[in-house]
């Protein structure tokens, strides 16, 4: 390492994506590209279902909620990826960087806990649908979705706090484009057992927990849709929730995969490439998702795009 130690408890390296100057470029324009559909997709979804009174539904609800979350969890991350790829500019402040880590996996448990909120609403509209409404009142859901973002910042806090008291020693170098938790947790010189441990329980509690309400609604909701009489309206019951579905699996196929795998090693550079998904391709994708798959969004889109001033 050519910087000091001094240096070092002031700073950290993301070490970022090693590619040549003119790949360094396209990289920049793609991922440029990719954020500002995202950012723009998600805007619209907000606004689409604020503005449309017909979708003024529990499911809706939860749809606009996620959009919003996709706005922000995406810009946590990209931003700073952008600039270091115009600039060269690899260094970020220790402050900077738990404020990012702490931004990030916030985001990243409330996405878990609004996807497990959804599978329930999707089970109480299949399975129980004479008290839908009732059930899923504005009130339950504005409290579910606060609720979600109230236990995502809290529970992140306490890893944030635990993870900026270690002590940091000479090798300053992320091998990230962020700073995630397990290139970080790497470059201390503390004992990080405890640190470790807390994390992984935290991630159990709520990637696991989460991912668990979701298997055990859709379980719920196969058993009764099973039961129906004709064929026509299962689909109708599966197709409710297949957008839902689809979010799940591409969320969870990639999240799961992030938290099994070892806190060192060459895995920490495929890690790096995995981020990404959640990261930058997850919130571009969920609104085409919702949108190309629901008759009711893609009606309100059209007449919300016919009721714009020319």
């Known amino acids: 390492m050519a910087q000091s ?14 590619v040549s100057d003119n790949s360094r470029f396209c990289l920049f324009i793609l991922i440029f590209t990719v954020y500002m559909i995202t950012i723009s997709n998600n805007i619209f979804i907000v606004v689409i279902v604020t503005n449309e009174r017909r979708l003024h539904k529990p499911m809706y609800f939860f749809i606009c909620g996620l959009s919003f979350l996709e706005i922000w969890y995406p810009s946590v991350t990209v931003p700073r990826l952008l600039w270091a790829l115009l600039t060269k500019v690899a260094s970020i402040s220790i402050v900077g960087c738990m404020i990012q880590y702490y931004f990030h996996f916030a985001f990243g ?5 609004i996807l497990a909120i959804m599978a329930y609403d999707r089970y109480v509209a299949v399975c129980n649908p004479l008290r839908y409404l009732l059930i899923m009142s504005p009130q339950v859901c504005l409290k579910l979705l606060l609720a979600s973002w109230m236990s995502g910042c809290v529970i992140t806090g306490i890893s944030t706090l635990q993870v900026s008291n270690l002590s940091f020693c000479s090798n300053n170098e992320i091998d990230h484009y962020y700073c995630d938790f397990a290139p970080l947790i790497s470059l201390s010189c ?6 470790q441990m807390s994390f992984f329980v935290f991630a159990c509690f709520i990637i696991f927990g989460c991912f668990l309400v979701i298997s055990l609604s859709y379980i719920c909701i196969i058993q009764t849709t099973l039961t129906f009489s004709t064929f026509s309206i299962r689909r109708k019951a ?73």
């Open 238 to 310: 599966f197709s409710t929730c297949a957008s839902h579905l689809i979010v799940v699996i591409l969320f969870y196929g990639t999240t799961i995969f992030m938290f099994i795998r070892p806190t060192t090693g060459d895995l920490l550079h495929l890690n790096k490439i995995i981020s990404m998904i959640p990261s930058i391709l997850t919130p571009l994708l969920n609104p085409i998702i919702y949108t190309l798959r629901n008759q009711e969004v893609k009606e309100a889109v059209k007449r919300f795009v016919q009721n714009m001033p020319e």
């Open 109 to 113: 448990a409330i996405e878990n806990f």
């Open 5 to 18: 130690n001094e240096t070092a408890l002031k700073v950290f390296l993301l070490q970022g994506f090693s």
């Open 190 to 195: 503390s004992d990080t057992s405890r640190v």
